[in-house]
């Protein structure tokens, strides 16, 4: 991280909260381990410098070199943020057809 950034500008950057997150919806496993620095993410951190690894992409401003590490790290990112997604469809749909068998029960 040079001088002049912050942990919310550096798409690199680790929070000093990962991890934590309201309520019990946890991620849904991936087939292939994302580095510990990512897997660790909440949705929201993984969101937020997905966002940030875009616009640093679309600013043109670093080498090839650059370029394509930041799309590898977009690309676990966004993974990342998709693992939270289905985590939650998961947890929604549990809730959903708990909903309907105990109405099937009631009926």
């Known amino acids: 991280m040079t001088p002049t950034s912050s942990p919310e500008n550096d798409p690199t950057a680790v929070d000093s909260d990962l991890g ?24 929201e951190a993984a969101r937020d410098q997905l966002v ?22 977009g690309e676990m990112l966004a993974r990342r943020c998709q693992q939270w997604l289905d985590g939650a469809r998961e947890r ?5 057809a708990a ?4 109405g099937a029960d009631q009926g």
């Open 20 to 43: 934590t997150q309201s309520g019990p919806v946890t991620p849904a496993e991936g087939t292939q381990p994302l580095p510990a620095d990512i897997a660790e993410l909440s949705y």
């Open 52 to 73: 940030e690894v875009v616009r640093r992409l679309e600013s043109g401003q670093g080498g090839l070199e650059d370029s394509i590490g930041l799309w590898e790290r």
């Open 92 to 96: 929604l749909d549990e809730a959903v």
């Open 99 to 102: 909903r309907r068998s105990d």
